[in-house]
């Protein structure tokens, strides 16, 4: 083939065109969500100030969820970690059940058994390719061991723990249950999660996507049997955990960021020193961006340290959404756990 100037060249290669960049929807080209997620990250988040008071009011307990409206579920991914699952409809057969007759109704249900397992861990290993939701296994420093976790609801619920100085341990499958049946059938149980809170109440749990799980026959029946035998064992009632609340867009990337962090080294003396100041000299309450700054630095450095703190419970923050600049910071006092892992033993199941 030849040029307009009679010059030999090699014919064009066919290729295919580049895939479309995609982008977030209302995005400006240039713009990262890498970016933007550290920019947040470091409490420059760019809204208005807001009252100390109100914002430090609505900090409530897991139990009663986050204390905001849940956002719809997308596929939007701050983090870039893999896009979240969207809510499950609760199956046709635990919405109708069928197979609950005299000899198999859960209110006939009888306990001959309580385990836990051998050095308090997980009693039940979920972690299989069989199942309709993904399993996953993760180390959390707070409660000193991996964690195996099911489905979507589970590892949000587990990052709020790790993160939130109101809880002070905790351990996923603790104990497993053993009923016979009227008909004689062995089955088992097993609680979702069981936590430790600061002021060393322990509480059983499960966990389920929104109240139209918690509603249905299939489950409702069988839990209010494991809640009453529970009780009978003075642990209970069986606290219903709500998944949809910790996995809201907000929450999830603050989770994320957070659990990234919350091993970052830093001086337990000179550091957590130069934040209580800081908090004690604005009484109790102070501003997050006067907290990072006492710690001195690269700020992206002080945040990541500030995320360690409130893991081992040198401060406290509200974790619904990224900090920003007037997010309330707290320093709950000292504690150490105990009493999950007393209860616990008092069923281990021994070596053979």
């Not at 064009?12 to 920019?39: D, F, L, M, Q």
């Not at 949000?156 to 009923?179: G, K, N, S, T």
């Not at 700054?293 to 002080?302: E, T, Y």
């Not at 990224?322 to 000292?334: G, I, L, W």
Request: proline content about 7%; hydrophobic content about 40%; overall charge positive.
């Amino acid at each position: 083939m030849k040029s307009p100037r009679g010059r030999d060249i090699d014919p064009p290669e066919v290729s295919k065109p580049a895939p479309p960049v995609r982008r977030r929807r209302n995005a400006k080209a240039g713009t990262g969500s890498t970016r933007a997620s550290r920019r947040r990250r470091d409490g420059d988040g760019g809204t208005a100030a807001s009252s100390i008071a109100s914002e430090f009011a609505g900090h409530t307990d897991m139990t009663e969820g986050l204390g905001s409206t849940i956002a719809p579920l997308a596929n939007w991914n701050p983090t870039r970690r893999p896009p979240r699952h969207p809510v499950r409809r609760v199956p046709y057969a635990l919405l109708h059940p069928t197979k609950f007759d005299h000899l198999k109704d859960p209110e006939q249900w009888e306990l001959i058994g309580v385990e836990t397992a051998a050095g308090l861990g997980h009693v039940r290993n979920g972690m299989n390719y069989a199942q309709a939701y993904t399993t996953c296994a993760t180390l959390y420093e707070k409660a000193r061991r991996i964690q195996f976790l099911e489905g979507p609801n589970e590892p949000a619920v587990a990052d709020h723990l790790e993160m939130c100085p109101r809880y002070i341990d905790f351990q996923f499958q603790p104990v497993v249950l053993i009923f016979r049946r009227a008909d004689g059938k062995i089955i088992r149980k097993y609680p979702d999660v069981a936590y430790e809170l600061a002021d060393h109440r322990v509480v059983f749990g499960e966990i389920k996507s929104n109240d139209a799980w918690f509603v249905a026959e299939g489950v409702r029946r069988p839990l209010e049997r494991v809640s009453t035998a529970l009780q009978e064992l003075g642990l209970g009632p069986i606290h219903k955990i709500k998944g949809e609340p910790f996995r809201r867009d907000d929450t999830v990337e603050a989770h994320s960021i957070a659990m990234e962090a919350r091993l970052t080294t830093f001086d337990r003396d000179a550091d957590a020193t130069a934040v209580r100041k800081v908090i004690m000299a604005s009484g109790g309450h102070a501003r997050y961006v006067d907290v990072v700054a006492a710690l001195g630095g690269s700020r992206s450095v002080a945040v990541d340290k500030l995320y360690a703190m409130l893991l081992r419970r040198i401060v406290d923050f509200d974790l619904r959404s990224t900090p920003k600049s007037e997010t309330v910071v707290t320093a709950p006092r000292a504690v150490s756990p105990y009493a999950l892992r007393e209860i616990l033993a008092r069923f281990e199941k021994k070596a053979a």
